[in-house]
């Protein structure tokens, strides 16, 4: 069934991207899933950029237009001083009330309440579930200045990247938030990350947040243009009932290979997110495929699922810069599975245009593994 921005509400002239951004929960808590569908870059007849439409899980129908939300970048935005650009998305229960809330992440929006606009600084809504779907009125906003360690800053792109994770295993899931164009020091482009909870105290609300970069994990460095944080993933990996976070860190340097590209596997914990046991992976770790390269981008997109009969969530891992049959930018695909310790290269596959049963063959630009879901 296909779905178009006019069947959503909205026909005419559109220079949206409809689709480009999705983002699966059950908002409504009815035991089906609901459909946030990005839909940046259509003018409304009222002049407002509409930014996101969310369409409901029913019995027996699917996905429905009836009853649909439409968040609206010149409404819920317009409040903080801003409108809705670049729409990134990520659904989980972040209050722990049993419905999934909805992130939305705009990273190249300005930031609200400053004298001197900062472009592209970034910012983040989350709008709450309810019986009836997802509410309007936001019940956390959060930016860089709100982590601790972190300061509102022009181009550092705050939510680029999102996801929700249950990181100690109580069902209240924490929002991470990629920002991978933050400087750090004299270090430009070097990303960081954000963990934001959401606490209920009596008569209150309040929202604490930490940010990390590469500094706070062992065996690793902090350089320019690492831009730790560019993509995000979260999945029991070590099957202890808790989610783990995965960072890639797709302009990554070593060994004389500018760009190379690294992911970083977080594990959780009864406390949160642990760096002490951190893991780091490349293309030159004993068996992975390949070789690191200059301009491969290893960890340009991550995806987590249970890829065999084991249990655990398993790592794929985007390598678009990847160099095939002398084809430069091929791109390819590497599979890590998961175990008690955390992620392993044992059983680790690699995909390719090259490889037996997938359609076509590497050419120059194909980008093979740019984007996973």
Known sequence: RAFANQTAGNGGNCRCTFGRQLAAGDFNDDDRADLAIGTAGYISSAGDTEGVYVLYGASGEGLRIVGRTAISGGGEFSALGTTLRDVVL???????????????????????????????EGVVIVLPGSPQGVKTDPMATYDEGRASGGSRNEFDRFGTALVFGDFRGNGREQLVVGMPFD???????AGAVAIFTFERNPGAFETLGRSWSQADLPNARVDAGDRFGYALAVGDVTGDGRDDLVIGVPGESFSGSSGAGVVHLLKGSSTGLSTSSAQTWHQDRSGIAGAAESSDRFGFALTLGRYDAGGRYDLAIGVPGEKLSGKATAGAVHVLLGSTPGLTSMGSQFWSQSSSGIADAPQAGDWFGQVLR
């Open 183 to 189: 400087d750090r020091g004299s270090k430009a482009d």
């Open 90 to 120: 990520a659904a989980g229960d972040h209050d722990g009330d049993g419905f999934d809330d909805l992130a939305i992440g705009s990273p190249t929006t300005m930031a609200r309440g400053t004298v001197i606009p900062k472009r592209e």
